[in-house]
């Protein structure tokens, strides 16, 4: 048996997420095992969608976030870790001059990636092995604080893929366009009219917040009209109430009710009744895609000439 140590660490619009996993190669077979996942409700997009850059305010808390994330890899004893930022740094005036502070202060890399990278991580996660659905054609959904990440896929393969700038904090700030409403709605509409036995799958931490609050298995689909049920439900709350009475982080309180109507009305447009939810993002796809790339014939070289 082989244990390989890694991190990832995921810096969205609306938090930064570390995640430490072992990955178990045993007879034959690799696992992924997570050891810890920390989220800090650091929001970048909250000041780059507003103002177009970070604050110093936030880039000092910011890099102290990082910091302890550098620490905390450091006692797990993580042997590699991949660091990536998505939309609030693309679009931050000095998401580059922040890369090179972070870099210097922690020795720590981000990479700013796109949207189809994000995808292509996400999709590195073995989601159809997860989610046991029947459907040949889906659409896959990846809400973030400041863009939704839409890809078409069939028979496992992503055949199509867009970034909306749509996503929960822009939409809290009302900074979503309805220019930008309306192409995502053609882009859906054109994309999936012509398919049926479709499906969508769902990714960010509201939907997934959500399904954990379904208590329903993995594998076991929302439906729409419960996501409707659930959003006015929690609408009719206020912060505090969706806080004590759910359970929510004060940062994911706020925000979830601007986050679902986006999968609502893409699952609309598409003419889909039910989203699955892997519960899978971003640092899930780093780990994998870290490892395959880095470790993986390595680790099996010589497992294998051990026999």
Sequence with gaps: MNVTKLGA??????????????????DGYTYYRKVSMIRLPIRLGQEVFLNGAVSEETAALFTEGMQAYKHLLKVHGVQDFRAVATSAMREAANGAELVKKIR?????????IDGAEEARLVFNSKLYDIIQAPQKYFIYI????????????????????????????????GLDTEEEWLRMKKWTIHHMRNFR???????????????????????????????????????????????????LNFDRADIIVHALPIYM??????????VYVPKIGVSDGLIRDLYHKDYKDKVEGQQSSAI
């Design 104 to 112: 210097e202060s922690t020795g720590i890399d981000i990479q700013i």
């Design 142 to 173: 990846d809400v973030g604080g400041g863009s939704t990440e839409l890809s078409i896929l069939h028979n496992q393969v992503v055949i199509s893929s867009e970034s909306f700038k749509i996503g929960g904090v822009r939409i809290m700030n």
């Design 265 to 274: 009305k893409v699952m609309q447009w598409a003419g889909i009744g039910k």
């Design 9 to 26: 660490i995921d810096i969205g619009s609306n938090s930064v997420r570390c995640l430490i996993s072992n990955v178990v190669h045993k």
């Design 197 to 247: 036995n479709k499906a969508a799958i769902g990714a960010g931490g509201n939907i997934n917040k959500l399904h954990k609050l379904s208590l329903y298995s993995l594998n076991k689909a929302l439906g729409l009209s419960y996501i409707k049920d659930q959003y006015d439900m929690i609408n009719a709350l206020d912060v505090e109430e969706r806080i004590t009475q759910l359970g």
